[in-house]
């Protein structure tokens, strides 16, 4: 299995190859700053496609409207009731390094999200920087 694309899980002596996905998304270059210099370690949507098919080792290539570019591990996922739930479990400086209290951290995902906001589950994944390309390209 070619590593860069496929995970091996060993099963009664043999070896199972399982495609690794890719997924690309576009975000606001003030998280994908954060994300590069590995202050902002939990990526956070609503759980709804495509996010919710987002799997333990995948990787995310984000990026911004500048032409920056981040690729990153996903090391772990998490599903919540609540963006209230996530955050009893996760700092919101993990999620959004720049708030100053939880409150500041839920005002962000409501420019975001609006009316929407507590209409979903919300899926966190837990990232790790892998590479990036930064600045005039």
Request: include cysteine.
């Amino acid at each position: 299995c070619p590593q860069s694309i496929f995970r091996k899980n060993k099963t009664q002596k043999e070896i199972k190859c399982e495609i690794m996905e890719v997924y690309a998304f576009k975000i606001l270059s003030k998280y994908l700053k954060y994300i590069k210099d590995d202050k902002k370690v939990f990526e956070v949507h609503l759980f709804r496609e495509p996010y919710s098919s987002i799997k333990k080792d995948d990787t995310l290539i984000l990026y911004d409207e500048y032409g920056n570019v981040v690729r990153a591990k996903v090391e772990d996922v998490f599903l919540y009731n609540s963006f209230e739930d996530l955050f009893k479990d996760i700092s919101y400086k993990q999620v959004i390094p720049f708030a100053n209290s939880v409150s500041e951290a839920l005002e962000e995902y409501k420019k975001i999200y609006g009316n929407n906001l507590n209409k979903n589950k919300v899926i966190a994944f837990k990232i790790k920087t892998i590479d990036y390309l930064w600045g005039n390209i």
